[in-house]
């Protein structure tokens, strides 16, 4: 088995679930509103360390890690599903360095200690939040903000 001591990956958090621009439309009533969901927030990765891993070998291969990316969201007031968080398991005493930077993003010293290497992306708003109602100035309900992409980095 061949020894690695050091390894360079790229983490990448999810992107957050862009918001939903719809109206409610019943029968009988008119006019029904806004009812566009919010977008769920994307997935972050983490770094925990482990005793029972002792080199970089599962590095040597697979040097990509992506988070899952929200889900949009939806008509009916239905908010979009949030992305899952990715778990990178590492040995103890690893370092994590930004590349571009030079600087030392963590150093996993003690087993089970964890980062968030990159974090997720935060989802965006539906129209449901610029009702009106509530915003005297916005005459048109037809919008819904964007999401805000994830963090990435190569460490």
């Not at 409610?24 to 009533?29: D, H, M, V």
Request: hydrophobic share 30%.
């Amino acid at each position: 088995m061949k020894f690695i001591d050091e390894a360079k990956i790229q983490v990448l958090a999810g992107k957050g679930g862009d918001g939903s621009a719809s109206f409610r439309r019943e029968k009988y009533i008119p006019k029904g509103g806004p009812d566009g969901g919010d977008g769920g927030r994307g997935g972050s990765v983490y770094a925990v360390a482990d005793c029972n891993i002792n080199t970089l070998v599962e590095f040597r291969f697979k040097r990509s890690f992506k988070a899952q990316n929200g889900e949009n969201g939806r008509g009916a007031q239905c908010y979009g599903k949030g992305g899952e968080d990715l778990t990178v398991r590492v040995p103890v005493g690893t370092v994590f360095t930004d590349i571009n930077s030079g600087e030392v993003v963590a150093d996993l010293a003690e087993n089970g200690q964890t980062v968030c290497l990159a974090k997720g992306g935060k989802g965006g708003l539906g129209n449901l939040h610029f009702n009106p109602a509530s915003t005297a100035r916005r005459a048109s309900t037809r919008s819904a903000s964007r999401a805000r992409n994830g963090n990435w980095r190569w460490s």
